[in-house]
């Protein structure tokens, strides 16, 4: 059965740390990773990975995907409090229209 | 940008109406999607639709169904509501080509509650 694991759960950090979550999947006929960013409302989009190795960065926002140990990871850098948010984790298997999504990391980042 | 927009953002319903959840997207995309989120269970797939009239069940389809007259819009709906049907309810689009190489947009979600 396909999954998705995202680890950990919830983390509470300071300001200005720097945080790594982590994604990690059994997906036959993996296609591509995408992680979602999601305050009060939406999920908003961050990345979209598919190739091992390669990293993806949007500000202090970084993250980079190994094709060969199955996993992905986020980097925030500096933390902010504007950066508390559920970190949401998909994988698209490629054969149907269907994402498998992690359950997500609840990050808090205090004052 | 894409703008996902759900017609209500709180509701609250009783056990047995008939409820229904509006989505309209406005980027002329061809795939729709209605999730459901549960603290513990994550996002989950009620269905889908990849064209008007079309449509194909998700993870979790019983007890709803889904309409998609116009290629814009598409509609949930809790034929005979439930308590554990209370979620917050997620909608989302995403263009054709191989569906999942562009993300996801979503709605700002529904919060049902059902008594």
């Known amino acids: 059965e396909d999954k998705v694991v995202q680890s950990p759960l919830s983390l509470v950090v300071h300001e200005g740390d720097t945080v790594t979550l982590n994604c990690s999947y059994e997906?036959?006929?993996?296609?591509?990773l995408l992680w979602y960013k999601q305050e009060k409302k939406a999920p908003t989009f961050l990345f979209m990975l598919?190739?091992s190795g390669i990293e993806k960065k949007s500000g202090r926002l970084s993250s980079i995907l190994d094709k060969k140990e199955l996993f992905s990871i986020l980097n925030i850098t500096a933390t902010q409090t504007g950066d508390s948010a559920i970190y949401l984790c998909?994988?698209?298997?490629?054969?149907?229209?269907?994402?498998?999504w992690g359950l997500g990391t609840s990050l808090a980042v205090n004052p | 940008d894409v703008k996902v927009t759900q017609s209500s953002r709180y509701l609250v319903k009783r056990t047995g109406e008939k409820v229904f959840l509006e989505c309209v997207q406005d980027m002329d995309h061809e795939n729709m999607f209605w999730y459901r989120q549960d603290p513990g269970l994550g996002l989950r797939l009620i269905y889908f639709?990849?064209?008007?009239?079309?449509?194909e069940k998700g993870d979790i389809p019983e007890g709803y169904s889904v309409s998609r007259e116009k290629k814009e819009r598409f509609s949930l709906i809790l034929e005979s509501a439930s308590t554990n049907q209370t979620s917050m309810y997620l909608c989302a689009s995403s263009p054709e080509g191989s569906a999942y190489n562009s993300p996801l947009h979503f709605g700002n979600g529904t919060r049902l509650t059902v008594t």
């Open positions: 598919t190739s």
């Open positions: 639709s990849y064209d008007v009239k079309m449509k």
């Open positions: 997906v036959t006929n993996f296609r591509s």
């Open positions: 998909a994988c698209n298997a490629g054969n149907n229209r269907k994402l498998i």
